[in-house]
């Protein structure tokens, strides 16, 4: 096997949650270019259909799947679906998150429930109903989209359920790494600095002075460069590797 062969994909299933835009859509596209079918799954089906469109536009296998990773029985349900139409999953991409910025004392506990339930619980659920498919098969590849959130604190907009989030899915991703290892399961994590996206508008001028000038490469990052770094962690090119956290961010992190 080449170097370059051990980053190929080809025959292997891969889902990605929240694949409909933004990060996840170039992450599952990232995995469909190095040869994995790939399930695009979000809560709303006609951007996740538009986006497995597009992909298999490009020559990939797409399958579109409406999924709320806050629902464990929606969970389980896609499971048996990409297993049925796409085959044994290999690959599961935890990406789906969200942010919401807000002061601890004005963060109702509904808002820290629904940050903690989307960006810890379905990760979770995807991971558990994932991963006992993987225990069966005899091993698999689970990468789960933290941030560099989990490691400072982000300025001026205070997030403190968001940075709890985060952090816990770092450690999560430690203690399944120990534990699945003997099943050869491998679990790794990327921890991305400010990148463009519709819940990431770090373009805007008054994100500059803290989210750009910062970082030591003073710019904010696109989702398609996250993608080389998910093939990588995919697949046998990584094979070494487990419970690993790989910051993309541009040198942010470094100060
Ligand atoms: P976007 O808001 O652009 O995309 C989020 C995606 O997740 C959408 O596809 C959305 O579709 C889906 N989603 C949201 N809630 C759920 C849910 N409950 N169940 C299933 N899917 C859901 O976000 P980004 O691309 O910016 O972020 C993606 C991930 O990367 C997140 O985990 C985020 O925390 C992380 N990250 C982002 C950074 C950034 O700067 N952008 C930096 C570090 C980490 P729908 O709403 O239809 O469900």
Redesign the pocket.
């Known amino acids: 096997m080449t170097v370059l062969d051990s980053f190929s994909l080809q025959g292997k299933v891969a889902v990605v949650?929240?694949?409909?835009?933004?990060?996840?859509?170039a992450l599952a596209q990232a995995l469909g270019e190095a040869g994995a079918s790939v399930a695009v799954?979000?809560?709303?089906l006609e951007?996740?259909e538009r986006a497995a469109r597009e992909l298999q536009a490009a020559g990939i296998t797409a399958l579109p799947v409406s999924?709320?990773?806050?629902d464990s029985a929606q969970v389980d349900r896609m499971v048996e679906l990409v297993s049925e139409k796409l085959g044994p999953i290999d690959v599961l991409v935890n990406?789906?998150?969200?942010?919401i910025g807000r002061e601890a004392l004005d963060t109702p506990d509904e808002l820290w429930r629904e940050v903690l339930a989307?960006?810890l619980d379905?990760l979770w659920y995807c991971t558990k109903a994932v991963g006992a498919r993987m225990v069966e098969q005899g091993g698999g590849s689970i990468v789960n989209?933290?941030?560099?959130?989990a490691m400072i604190v982000n300025r001026p907009r205070w997030q403190p359920a968001?940075l709890a989030s985060?952090a816990a899915v770092h450690q999560l991703t430690k203690a399944l790494a120990a534990e699945w290892a003997p099943h050869g399961i491998r679990v790794n994590a990327l921890?991305?600095?400010?990148?463009l996206?519709?819940?990431?508008p770090?373009d805007q001028p008054e994100y500059r002075e803290w989210c750009v000038e910062p970082a030591a490469m003073k710019r904010y990052g696109l989702?398609e460069e996250l993608g080389p770094a998910v093939v990588f962690l995919a697949g046998q090119a990584s094979s070494f590797m487990t419970g690993s956290v790989v910051v993309i961010d541009g040198g942010f992190t470094l100060f």
């Open positions: 949650t929240g694949a409909s835009r933004g990060i996840g859509r799954t979000a809560r709303t951007p996740a999924l709320d990773v806050t990406n789906a998150g969200i942010s989307t960006n379905g989209i933290g941030s560099m959130s968001y985060k921890a991305p600095g400010y990148i996206t519709e819940a990431s770090v989702p």
